[in-house]
């Protein structure tokens, strides 16, 4: 018995320092990197906008949705990118994450020619690699909630790169603090996929965002 103990006892221990590990591993990369302040960030020519549902189980506005959307368009209307890349999940015909941001921003004022949409995002990892691989940007705004901007510029430091984030509004209450106790293990199974050279789901022929 209690050699059954030492090891849950161990096993738990290397699963905390794990978790505390890939969080200041993500801390630690996107240091400095990401901007709360329209007027303090520099130019970038595309926004990486990452994609979220619309809509909550209750029916109501994700405001996680919103925020991001609000996030994008005050960059692109102060000149601070050209273009806005939006990467999503686009599973069925019947949830297309990339039309429907598309939809509310040209309703903001963006120009349609100037949104570009990945509908092969299923995941931050995925949009970030496609970004550079699919849509040749070698350098990028990520637009998204800070804890999200956080992770996606620690993939993208380790994939070559050169990213910073703008940091749409935060959401507070309990879907707030769900989504942040998530986030905690995401960080983890970012780090294993960067050890292991976890590739996107889908691939495919190059479109040039000029």
């Known amino acids: 018995m209690k050699k059954w103990v030492k090891r849950v006892a161990w096993t738990l221990v290397l699963l905390v320092v794990g978790i505390i590990s890939c969080n200041v591993y993500v801390e630690v990369c996107s240091n400095g990197k990401t901007f709360n302040k329209v007027s303090e960030i520099p130019k970038n020519k595309v926004g990486l906008l990452l994609g979220t549902a619309k809509y909550l189980k209750n029916g109501r ?3 996680f949705y919103s925020n991001r959307i609000n996030a994008a368009v005050q960059l692109y209307k102060a000149g601070k990118i050209e273009y806005i890349l939006v990467s999503g999940d ?3 015909k ?3 994450e990339p039309t429907t941001f598309k939809e509310d921003l040209i309703t903001k004022g963006v ?3 100037k949104i570009f949409l990945d509908y092969a995002g299923f ?3 995925d949009s970030v690699i ?3 691989e699919i849509f040749q940007q070698e350098s990028v705004t990520i637009i998204s ?3 999200h901007n956080e992770r996606a510029i620690a993939i993208a430091n380790a994939k070559g790169i050169e990213a910073i984030g703008f940091n749409a509004k935060d959401v507070g209450g309990s879907n707030g603090f769900k989504v942040k106790v998530r986030e905690t293990f995401a960080r983890v199974a970012m780090c ?3 050890v292991i050279g976890k590739q996107p789901k889908f691939l495919g022929e190059k479109i040039a965002i000029n």
Do not use: A
């Open 61 to 63: 506005v994700n405001l």
């Open 90 to 92: 686009n599973g069925s």
């Open 94 to 96: 019947y949830y297309d």
């Open 111 to 113: 120009p349609e020619h």
């Open 123 to 125: 995941r931050t990892l």
């Open 130 to 132: 496609r970004c550079k």
């Open 145 to 147: 909630q800070q804890f």
């Open 192 to 194: 294993i996929d960067l």
